[in-house]
Antibody, heavy 123, light 109 residues
Framework: QVQLQQSGPGLLKPSQILALTCAIS??????????WNWLRQSPSRGLEWLGR?????????DYAVSLKGRITINPDTSKNQFSLQLNSVAPDDTAVYFC?????????????WGQGTMVIVSS | SYMVTQPPSESVAPGQTARITCEGK??????VHWYGQQPGQAPVLVVY???DRPSGIPERISASNSGNTATLTIRRVEAGDEADYFC????????????FGSGTKVTVL
């Protein structure tokens, strides 16, 4: 059974860096039939896809256009996990953040989710 | 960029059928996926590729996709079905590759 376990701080001040980690069990971050994604959910924006990382002979990253320049998603093969870094956060980045898997079995859909991390950006 | 629209709420009596729509231009040309979300929990995939169910999802949950409307149907509704339900499509021309509906709150009377 695949599980995703999220970790990271939940309270930030404006302009700080948001850093979350998603640890994978039951699958491998280097699996060439999956992608590893970050999403967030807020009352104002609803569910919003942020970006993903995947391995297809080499590593590929793909980000939401609105976040390009602020977002980085990195795999960590030694720990079988992947991370989200969002720079220069603002109150509008307040949301519940989720990591999720997209697999070949359910293409374009997210079949496994992390538990979610509430992130609040406030001065 | 592509947009999908869901009604905000749907109320249904136990044992009856709930139908949740997801409208988008020519949505039948896209694969539609559906998620259920209980308060305080992560979304759970209940239907993928228009009408397929992941293992563990009961057969009384089904879905279809035609024209400009995709529909999630929950038959013999139970109290435990009370949740928010979201549709989702993939659109490579959008700002976000994956586009979600705003969700429909299903209330079991």
């Amino acid at each position: 059974q695949v599980q995703l376990q999220q970790s990271g701080p939940g309270l930030l001040k404006p302009s700080q860096i948001l850093a979350l980690t998603c640890a994978i069990s039951g699958d491998n971050v280097s699996n060439n039939t999956t992608t590893w994604n970050w999403l967030r959910q807020s009352p104002s924006r609803g569910l919003e896809w942020l970006g993903r990382t995947s391995y297809r002979s080499k590593w590929f990253n793909d980000y939401a256009v609105s976040l390009k320049g602020r977002i980085t998603i990195n795999p960590d093969t030694s720990k079988n996990q992947f991370s989200l870094q969002l720079n220069s956060v603002a109150p509008d980045d307040t949301a519940v953040y989720f990591c999720a898997r997209e697999s070949q079995r359910t293409p374009e859909a997210f079949d496994v989710w992390g538990q979610g991390t509430m992130v609040i950006v406030s001065s | 960029s592509y947009m999908v629209t869901q009604p905000p709420s749907e109320s249904v009596a136990p044992g009856q059928t709930a139908r949740i729509t997801c409208e988008g231009k020519n949505i039948a040309t896209k694969s539609v996926h559906w998620y259920g979300q209980q308060p305080g929990q992560a979304p759970v995939l209940v239907v993928y590729d228009d009408s397929d169910r992941p293992s563990g999802i009961p057969e009384r949950i089904s879905a279809s996709n035609s024209g400009n409307t995709a529909t999630l149907t929950i038959r013999r509704v139970e109290a435990g079905d009370e949740a928010d339900y979201f549709c989702q499509v993939c659109d490579t021309g959008s700002d976000q590759r994956f586009v979600f509906g705003s969700g429909t709150k299903v209330t079991v009377l």
